[in-house]
């Protein structure tokens, strides 16, 4: 983990998610001290309350591609 | 009525008799027991009792068709007139009306029998270029940020797909790159669609999907373009084509097929049901981490504090004093000792003195003589006729005076 990690609230579900996971592997596979630990345990905490807000808030953004082509065939 | 033998027929049939002769040679016929016949409907009329009767022709001729209720409610094809169709069934008479018809089972658009045939023609030559091998295919994103879907912009499919989106991942982005399904213009559409979204977007995953139809209509995903498109694709697709029955090439030739499109949708993204599991599983584990974590650091710090206190100088005093205990004892065991090994002697001089012990003379009849001022007589010689003498026996004292000496 970085000395300035990224705050909580910038991440998307995914980064969120992808760090909530790699918190919790490298806390069971690596030595921490516990003042580390202890700060990994709090991110990750508030890695997971995010990601459960950004989940029950989310919705389905829609758009539609362009036919380019097609546009320049009955325009042009 | 009993039953004639047409062995015996007599000279004049019953019209009845007829008929039945005549149906009975049709229904003994296996030609016209099992048989496609191509034409056209015309007098298509649905009864109200759900049976369906029309008359199939061409240029030259007509034959009446019914289809009963059961086989009538089976059917998906939009039968009306003026279609050109295939019908399969068997040829009877109609007693009533003396009408000879077909009775149908099955009956697809015309053409159909021949691109069933271009169908398996083209899926066994692909299959042979390896166009459909498992090895080609990749695995699907697990959450994909960008899910992209080719379709039709107008039809019943694509909400479908929206709602299952928007409930099972609302997290993601859908980007429709809308094209023809349908029609001789639909593959290349297809395949622009395809290559479109792709080049401008990179999503993670590319849904391609069409509802249901006949396999005419479906054929565009026959398409060996389509093909070649789904397997060039930058993005994984899944297909969702038709209904579950529906096989179509691109279905064959996609990294995963599903039976429909809602079916595409849902093997495409993650349930937010399962999402949620997952990170209540994940907090699970770092509850865990931290209360393991907490434990073992109590445990080694009792541990330290425990071996703190062995050098401190507390411990050392109290060790001190251990040693002096020791000391201690040791010291008053060999006084102990000491005492023992006088004690045990004094009762020897003890036993001793007591033998010695004049008292104990007297007991057995001596006596002890002595003069008034207590000096023992030992001799005649040391008293005179008449000096008063003290005897002492065991139990006391007399007083007593020399008469005589020898």
Known sequence: MSASPVPVEQLSYEQAFAELESIVASLETEQKSLEEAIALFERGQLLAKHCQTLLENAELRIRQLSKPEEEENTEG | ?406
């Open chain 2, 1 to 406: 009525m009993e039953q004639q033998s047409p062995l015996f027929l007599p000279a004049a049939l019953t019209v009845s008799e007829l008929t039945r002769y005549l149906r009975q040679l049709m229904e003994n016929d296996e030609l016209l027991q099992d048989i496609w016949v191509y034409g056209e409907i015309s007098n298509f009329k649905r009864h109200t009792s759900g049976h369906i009767y029309l008359t199939l022709k061409d240029s030259e001729a007509s034959l009446r068709a019914v289809i009963w209720r059961n086989i009538a409610e089976r059917i998906k094809l939009p039968l009306q007139d003026g279609m050109a169709v295939e019908a399969h069934g068997y040829i009877s008479i109609y007693e009533r009306d003396g009408q000879y018809q077909l009775y149908i089972n099955m009956i697809r658009a015309a053409g159909e029998g021949r691109l069933f045939q271009e169908f398996l023609r083209l899926k066994e030559r692909l299959a042979a270029e390896g166009w459909f091998d498992e090895e080609r295919k990749r695995p699907l994103p697990q959450r994909p940020h960008k899910i992209g879907i080719v379709t039709s912009p107008t039809g019943a499919a694509l909400q479908d797909m929206l709602n299952t989106l928007s409930q099972r991942y609302p997290l993601a982005e859908v980007v429709i790159a809308p094209c023809l399904v349908q029609g001789l213009e639909a593959p290349d559409d297809i395949v622009r669609a395809l290559r479109n979204i792709n080049r401008l977007e990179q999503p993670d995953v590319i849904i391609l999907a069409r509802g249901g139809g006949s396999l005419e209509d479906l054929w565009a995903f026959n398409d060996e373009r389509v093909v070649q498109a789904v397997v060039k694709s930058a993005a994984p697709v899944v297909s969702g084509i038709g209904h579950d029955t529906d096989f179509t090439l691109a279905d064959f030739a996609a990294d995963q097929r599903a039976p429909t499109p809602t079916g595409a949708a849902v093997m495409a993204t993650p349930d937010k049901t399962e999402l949620m599991t997952e990170i209540e599983t994940l907090c699970h584990r770092l509850n865990q981490y931290l209360e393991t974590t907490i434990e073992n650091e109590k445990s080694s710090l009792s541990a330290l504090s425990h071996r703190l206190g062995r050098v401190s100088p507390l411990w050392k005093t109290q060790n001190e004093f251990q040693r002096l205990d020791q000391i201690m004892w040791r010291i008053e065991r060999a006084i102990q000792h000491q005492l023992d090994i006088r004690r045990t002697r004094w009762s020897g001089v003890e036993k001793q003195l007591q033998t010695l012990n004049p008292l104990d003379i007297l007991q057995r009849g001596f006596a002890i003589v002595t003069k008034t001022d207590g000096t023992l007589v030992r001799n005649c010689s040391d008293v005179e006729i008449d000096e008063e003498l003290n005897i002492r026996l065991s139990d006391g004292q007399i007083g007593a005076r020399v008469t005589q000496k020898e």
